[in-house]
Protein backbone atom coordinates (compact mmCIF):
# COMPACT_ATOMS: atom_id res chain seq x y z
CA UNK A 1 0.00 0.00 0.00
CA UNK A 2 3.28 2.10 1.21
CA UNK A 3 4.71 1.30 -2.22
CA UNK A 4 1.52 2.43 -4.29
CA UNK A 5 1.41 5.82 -2.49
CA UNK A 6 5.31 6.47 -3.31
CA UNK A 7 4.85 5.25 -6.91
CA UNK A 8 2.23 7.80 -7.10
CA UNK A 9 3.88 10.82 -5.67
CA UNK A 10 6.92 10.28 -7.55
CA UNK A 11 7.71 11.54 -11.22
CA UNK A 12 8.24 9.10 -13.83
CA UNK A 13 12.09 7.80 -14.38
CA UNK A 14 12.08 9.99 -17.40
CA UNK A 15 10.83 13.30 -15.56
CA UNK A 16 12.87 12.51 -12.93
CA UNK A 17 16.36 12.28 -15.54
CA UNK A 18 15.26 14.99 -16.67
CA UNK A 19 14.97 16.82 -13.60
CA UNK A 20 18.02 15.93 -12.54
CA UNK A 21 19.86 17.24 -15.58
CA UNK A 22 17.41 20.56 -15.40
CA UNK A 23 19.27 21.21 -12.19
CA UNK A 24 22.72 20.15 -13.28
CA UNK A 25 22.52 22.60 -15.50
CA UNK A 26 21.00 24.88 -12.86
CA UNK A 27 23.89 24.36 -10.45
CA UNK A 28 26.30 25.59 -13.29
CA UNK A 29 24.48 28.27 -13.98
CA UNK A 30 24.41 29.34 -10.51
CA UNK A 31 27.92 28.84 -9.58
CA UNK A 32 28.71 30.85 -12.80
CA UNK A 33 26.48 33.45 -11.25
CA UNK A 34 27.94 33.69 -8.13
CA UNK A 35 31.85 33.46 -9.65
CA UNK A 36 30.80 36.18 -12.03
CA UNK A 37 29.39 38.62 -9.73
CA UNK A 38 32.40 38.13 -7.59
CA UNK A 39 35.23 38.32 -10.29
CA UNK A 40 32.85 41.64 -11.15
CA UNK A 41 32.96 43.13 -7.69
CA UNK A 42 36.61 42.02 -8.29
CA UNK A 43 36.76 44.24 -11.23
CA UNK A 44 34.87 46.65 -10.79
CA UNK A 45 33.62 47.38 -7.47
CA UNK A 46 34.86 51.03 -6.49
CA UNK A 47 34.50 50.60 -3.08
CA UNK A 48 36.03 47.55 -2.64
CA UNK A 49 39.26 48.62 -3.82
CA UNK A 50 39.27 52.08 -2.13
CA UNK A 51 38.89 49.64 1.07
CA UNK A 52 41.58 47.65 0.21
CA UNK A 53 43.46 50.45 -0.57
CA UNK A 54 42.86 53.08 2.46
CA UNK A 55 43.04 50.20 4.65
CA UNK A 56 45.34 51.05 7.99
CA UNK A 57 47.68 48.27 7.52
CA UNK A 58 48.55 49.45 3.65
CA UNK A 59 48.79 52.97 4.93
CA UNK A 60 50.82 52.28 8.27
CA UNK A 61 53.32 50.35 5.29
CA UNK A 62 53.38 53.21 2.55
CA UNK A 63 54.05 56.05 5.37
CA UNK A 64 57.14 53.44 6.62
CA UNK A 65 58.66 53.07 3.25
CA UNK A 66 58.02 56.78 2.97
CA UNK A 67 59.67 57.48 5.51
CA UNK A 68 62.68 55.48 5.06
CA UNK A 69 62.84 56.81 2.05
CA UNK A 70 62.71 60.76 3.43
CA UNK A 71 65.45 60.37 6.21
CA UNK A 72 67.78 58.40 3.27
CA UNK A 73 67.68 61.85 1.23
CA UNK A 74 67.53 64.00 4.80
CA UNK A 75 71.32 62.35 5.06
CA UNK A 76 71.71 62.96 1.84
CA UNK A 77 71.04 66.69 1.38
CA UNK A 78 70.69 67.57 5.08
CA UNK A 79 67.40 69.01 5.69
CA UNK A 80 64.71 68.39 8.40
CA UNK A 81 63.17 64.66 7.63
CA UNK A 82 60.65 66.03 10.03
CA UNK A 83 59.50 69.20 8.63
CA UNK A 84 59.22 67.37 5.12
CA UNK A 85 57.61 64.10 7.05
CA UNK A 86 54.41 66.63 7.91
CA UNK A 87 54.11 67.78 3.89
CA UNK A 88 53.48 64.25 3.61
CA UNK A 89 50.16 63.80 5.72
CA UNK A 90 47.89 60.33 5.60
CA UNK A 91 45.12 62.62 3.88
CA UNK A 92 47.83 62.65 1.02
CA UNK A 93 48.43 59.31 0.89
CA UNK A 94 44.75 58.58 1.22
CA UNK A 95 43.97 61.03 -1.87
CA UNK A 96 47.20 59.33 -4.26
CA UNK A 97 45.46 56.04 -3.13
CA UNK A 98 41.91 57.07 -4.17
CA UNK A 99 43.69 58.35 -7.50
CA UNK A 100 45.28 54.82 -7.92
CA UNK A 101 41.54 52.99 -7.99
CA UNK A 102 40.22 55.87 -10.36
CA UNK A 103 43.34 54.58 -12.14
CA UNK A 104 41.91 51.23 -12.33
CA UNK A 105 38.40 51.92 -12.42
CA UNK A 106 38.74 53.89 -15.66
CA UNK A 107 40.91 51.02 -16.93
CA UNK A 108 37.67 48.60 -16.03
CA UNK A 109 35.12 50.41 -16.86
CA UNK A 110 36.68 52.25 -20.60
CA UNK A 111 39.12 49.62 -21.53
CA UNK A 112 41.38 52.19 -21.83
CA UNK A 113 44.79 53.23 -19.49
CA UNK A 114 45.01 56.77 -18.20
CA UNK A 115 48.24 58.53 -16.94
CA UNK A 116 49.23 57.24 -13.64
CA UNK A 117 48.87 59.74 -11.02
CA UNK A 118 51.34 62.07 -10.22
CA UNK A 119 52.22 64.01 -7.17
CA UNK A 120 53.31 67.20 -7.70
CA UNK A 121 54.79 67.75 -4.24
CA UNK A 122 55.07 71.58 -4.39
CA UNK A 123 54.68 71.89 -0.68
CA UNK A 124 57.83 69.50 -0.10
CA UNK A 125 59.31 72.25 -2.00
CA UNK A 126 58.44 74.85 -0.24
CA UNK A 127 59.12 73.72 2.73
CA UNK A 128 62.93 72.96 1.79
CA UNK A 129 63.37 76.30 0.18
CA UNK A 130 62.37 77.38 4.26
CA UNK A 131 64.92 75.02 5.66
CA UNK A 132 67.93 77.46 6.56
CA UNK A 133 70.19 73.81 7.01
CA UNK A 134 69.10 72.43 3.99
CA UNK A 135 70.50 75.97 1.94
CA UNK A 136 73.33 76.28 4.13
CA UNK A 137 74.39 72.59 2.91
CA UNK A 138 73.93 73.21 -0.83
CA UNK A 139 77.29 74.61 -2.65
CA UNK A 140 77.23 76.86 -5.55
CA UNK A 141 73.35 77.33 -6.21
CA UNK A 142 72.79 73.92 -6.52
CA UNK A 143 69.64 74.75 -3.77
CA UNK A 144 67.06 74.39 -6.30
CA UNK A 145 68.49 71.78 -8.00
CA UNK A 146 69.00 69.50 -5.18
CA UNK A 147 65.14 70.40 -3.96
CA UNK A 148 63.74 69.04 -7.20
CA UNK A 149 65.91 65.87 -6.89
CA UNK A 150 64.67 65.12 -3.49
CA UNK A 151 61.17 65.90 -4.35
CA UNK A 152 61.17 63.90 -7.55
CA UNK A 153 62.82 61.02 -5.39
CA UNK A 154 59.80 61.22 -2.98
CA UNK A 155 57.07 61.90 -5.38
CA UNK A 156 59.05 58.86 -7.17
CA UNK A 157 58.37 56.52 -3.91
CA UNK A 158 55.24 57.65 -3.06
CA UNK A 159 53.98 56.56 -6.72
CA UNK A 160 55.56 53.41 -6.51
CA UNK A 161 53.92 53.11 -3.25
CA UNK A 162 50.44 53.77 -4.29
CA UNK A 163 50.51 52.23 -7.81
CA UNK A 164 53.51 49.64 -7.49
CA UNK A 165 53.11 48.06 -10.83
CA UNK A 166 54.92 48.81 -14.37
CA UNK A 167 53.03 51.48 -16.11
CA UNK A 168 54.31 51.30 -19.67
CA UNK A 169 53.97 47.28 -19.49
CA UNK A 170 50.53 47.44 -18.51
CA UNK A 171 50.00 50.08 -21.05
CA UNK A 172 51.42 48.01 -24.09
CA UNK A 173 49.78 44.94 -22.44
CA UNK A 174 46.20 47.12 -22.96
CA UNK A 175 47.05 48.71 -26.08
CA UNK A 176 48.07 44.95 -27.53
CA UNK A 177 44.93 43.72 -26.36
CA UNK A 178 42.72 46.58 -27.70
CA UNK A 179 44.47 46.48 -31.50
CA UNK A 180 42.82 42.70 -31.76
CA UNK A 181 39.43 43.43 -29.57
CA UNK A 182 36.87 46.10 -28.81
CA UNK A 183 37.74 46.17 -24.88
CA UNK A 184 35.50 48.46 -24.03
CA UNK A 185 32.14 46.76 -25.34
CA UNK A 186 34.18 43.05 -23.68
CA UNK A 187 33.74 45.02 -20.68
CA UNK A 188 30.30 46.20 -21.01
CA UNK A 189 29.35 42.71 -22.02
CA UNK A 190 31.15 41.05 -18.84
CA UNK A 191 29.22 43.50 -16.72
CA UNK A 192 26.23 42.14 -18.24
CA UNK A 193 26.80 38.10 -17.67
CA UNK A 194 26.02 37.79 -14.08
CA UNK A 195 22.62 39.56 -14.95
CA UNK A 196 22.33 37.06 -17.71
CA UNK A 197 23.09 33.93 -16.36
CA UNK A 198 20.81 35.16 -13.14
CA UNK A 199 18.08 35.21 -15.93
CA UNK A 200 19.40 31.50 -17.18
CA UNK A 201 18.70 30.58 -13.31
CA UNK A 202 15.27 31.41 -13.32
CA UNK A 203 14.11 30.32 -16.66
CA UNK A 204 16.14 26.92 -14.94
CA UNK A 205 14.07 27.47 -11.69
CA UNK A 206 10.84 27.56 -13.82
CA UNK A 207 11.54 24.54 -16.00
CA UNK A 208 11.77 22.74 -12.23
CA UNK A 209 8.56 23.77 -11.66
CA UNK A 210 7.05 22.78 -14.80
CA UNK A 211 8.68 19.53 -15.03
CA UNK A 212 8.03 18.47 -11.22
CA UNK A 213 4.35 18.70 -12.16
CA UNK A 214 2.93 20.49 -9.27
CA UNK A 215 4.49 18.11 -6.80
CA UNK A 216 5.75 21.03 -4.20
CA UNK A 217 8.09 17.87 -2.43
CA UNK A 218 9.60 16.69 -5.62
CA UNK A 219 10.58 20.98 -6.85
CA UNK A 220 11.77 21.59 -3.87
CA UNK A 221 13.70 18.57 -3.25
CA UNK A 222 15.13 19.47 -6.90
CA UNK A 223 15.63 23.43 -6.29
CA UNK A 224 17.43 22.38 -2.76
CA UNK A 225 19.79 19.88 -4.36
CA UNK A 226 20.37 22.50 -7.04
CA UNK A 227 21.45 25.29 -4.63
CA UNK A 228 22.79 22.68 -2.43
CA UNK A 229 25.40 21.53 -5.25
CA UNK A 230 26.22 25.12 -6.08
CA UNK A 231 26.90 26.33 -1.99
CA UNK A 232 29.45 22.70 -2.28
CA UNK A 233 31.27 23.85 -5.27
CA UNK A 234 31.64 27.47 -3.98
CA UNK A 235 32.78 26.04 -0.64
CA UNK A 236 35.15 24.47 -2.51
CA UNK A 237 36.21 27.34 -4.98
CA UNK A 238 36.92 29.44 -1.80
CA UNK A 239 38.76 26.72 -0.30
CA UNK A 240 40.91 26.00 -3.43
CA UNK A 241 41.07 29.77 -3.83
CA UNK A 242 42.85 29.94 -0.18
CA UNK A 243 45.09 27.37 -1.38
CA UNK A 244 46.37 29.22 -4.34
CA UNK A 245 47.92 31.50 -1.74
CA UNK A 246 47.52 34.56 -4.46
CA UNK A 247 49.23 36.77 -1.92
CA UNK A 248 52.18 35.01 -1.22
CA UNK A 249 52.97 35.21 -5.15
CA UNK A 250 52.25 38.50 -4.85
CA UNK A 251 54.39 39.31 -1.69
CA UNK A 252 57.53 37.43 -3.85
CA UNK A 253 57.08 40.33 -6.22
CA UNK A 254 56.57 42.99 -3.95
CA UNK A 255 55.64 43.02 -0.11
CA UNK A 256 53.03 46.06 -0.13
CA UNK A 257 51.25 44.43 -3.11
CA UNK A 258 51.07 41.51 -1.31
CA UNK A 259 49.06 43.15 1.17
CA UNK A 260 46.70 44.64 -0.35
CA UNK A 261 46.18 41.31 -2.42
CA UNK A 262 46.20 39.31 1.04
CA UNK A 263 43.09 42.12 2.04
CA UNK A 264 41.48 41.54 -1.01
CA UNK A 265 41.51 37.82 -0.56
CA UNK A 266 40.47 38.23 3.02
CA UNK A 267 37.40 39.65 1.79
CA UNK A 268 36.93 37.83 -0.70
CA UNK A 269 36.78 34.63 1.61
CA UNK A 270 34.52 36.32 4.15
CA UNK A 271 32.08 36.91 0.91
CA UNK A 272 32.29 33.68 -0.28
CA UNK A 273 31.77 31.93 3.41
CA UNK A 274 28.49 34.18 3.51
CA UNK A 275 27.59 33.03 0.26
CA UNK A 276 28.53 29.52 0.96
CA UNK A 277 26.09 29.58 4.54
CA UNK A 278 23.23 31.54 2.37
CA UNK A 279 23.41 28.92 0.03
CA UNK A 280 23.37 26.44 2.43
CA UNK A 281 20.45 28.14 4.16
CA UNK A 282 18.14 28.11 1.31
CA UNK A 283 18.91 24.21 0.58
CA UNK A 284 17.92 23.17 3.97
CA UNK A 285 14.87 25.71 3.93
CA UNK A 286 13.80 23.74 0.54
CA UNK A 287 14.44 20.06 1.88
CA UNK A 288 12.59 20.72 4.88
CA UNK A 289 9.74 22.76 3.45
CA UNK A 290 9.07 20.03 1.07
CA UNK A 291 9.10 17.67 3.88
CA UNK A 292 5.64 18.97 5.13
CA UNK A 293 3.81 19.07 1.22
CA UNK A 294 5.25 15.40 1.04
CA UNK A 295 3.59 14.02 3.85
CA UNK A 296 -0.05 16.04 2.83
CA UNK A 297 0.43 14.87 -0.81
CA UNK A 298 0.49 11.41 0.77
CA UNK A 299 -2.49 11.84 2.65
CA UNK A 300 -4.41 13.24 -0.39
CA UNK B 1 9.33 11.76 14.71
CA UNK B 2 9.03 14.82 12.96
CA UNK B 3 12.73 15.37 13.72
CA UNK B 4 13.52 11.93 12.61
CA UNK B 5 11.16 12.90 9.27
CA UNK B 6 13.19 16.36 9.00
CA UNK B 7 16.42 14.35 9.27
CA UNK B 8 15.71 11.84 6.42
CA UNK B 9 14.64 14.79 4.24
CA UNK B 10 17.52 17.00 5.02
CA UNK B 11 20.00 13.73 4.15
CA UNK B 12 18.19 12.91 0.99
CA UNK B 13 18.09 16.37 -0.07
CA UNK B 14 21.98 16.79 0.74
CA UNK B 15 22.86 13.44 -1.21
CA UNK B 16 21.08 14.91 -4.23
CA UNK B 17 22.80 18.09 -3.85
CA UNK B 18 26.11 15.90 -3.52
CA UNK B 19 25.52 14.08 -6.41
CA UNK B 20 24.70 17.29 -8.34
CA UNK B 21 27.75 19.13 -7.37
CA UNK B 22 30.14 15.33 -8.48
CA UNK B 23 30.11 16.28 -12.25
CA UNK B 24 31.01 19.40 -12.04
CA UNK B 25 33.88 18.71 -8.94
CA UNK B 26 35.28 15.99 -11.39
CA UNK B 27 35.41 18.07 -14.32
CA UNK B 28 36.69 21.12 -12.62
CA UNK B 29 38.72 19.18 -10.48
CA UNK B 30 40.26 17.13 -14.06
CA UNK B 31 41.19 20.76 -15.59
CA UNK B 32 42.99 21.64 -12.22
CA UNK B 33 45.00 18.62 -13.00
CA UNK B 34 45.51 19.44 -16.43
CA UNK B 35 46.05 23.07 -16.25
CA UNK B 36 46.19 24.12 -13.25
CA UNK B 37 49.92 24.38 -12.69
CA UNK B 38 50.26 25.97 -16.05
CA UNK B 39 47.61 28.61 -14.74
CA UNK B 40 49.17 29.54 -11.51
CA UNK B 41 52.99 29.21 -13.33
CA UNK B 42 51.53 32.15 -15.43
CA UNK B 43 49.74 34.28 -13.16
CA UNK B 44 53.03 34.16 -10.90
CA UNK B 45 55.24 35.20 -13.72
CA UNK B 46 52.50 37.81 -14.91
CA UNK B 47 53.28 39.10 -11.55
CA UNK B 48 56.56 39.19 -11.16
CA UNK B 49 56.77 41.22 -14.32
CA UNK B 50 54.33 43.84 -14.04
CA UNK B 51 55.05 44.49 -10.35
CA UNK B 52 57.79 46.68 -9.15
CA UNK B 53 59.46 45.04 -6.24
Known amino acids: ?115 IPQWDGDQIWNALMEDEAFLAAQEGGLARKNASDVVYAISNTLTRQVFPLREELLTEGIDFLGRRIDLGSVLLDLRKLPLLLGICSLALIGLI ?62 EGLVLVALLAGAACFCFLSGRGREKDGRHA | MNTERGQHSLGRGWLLALSLALPVMLLLGFAVLRWGKLFLNLIHVLMKLVVIA
Do not use: C
Not at chain 1, 1 to 10: D, Q
Not at chain 1, 62 to 75: G, Y
Not at chain 1, 242 to 252: P, Q
Open chain 1, 1 to 115: MKGKHEKAGSPAAVVRASLWMVSLLLVIVLLGTLLGGIVLQLISDQRLHERVATDAEVLQEQEARLEKTIDRLAEEYSFDARRVREELSRDTLISMNQQAVNWWMNLARSGKAAE
Open chain 1, 209 to 270: VLLSGGRRAVRNRFLGGAVGGAGILLALGVAAFRLINLSGMAGEASRRFGLQIRILERMVTI
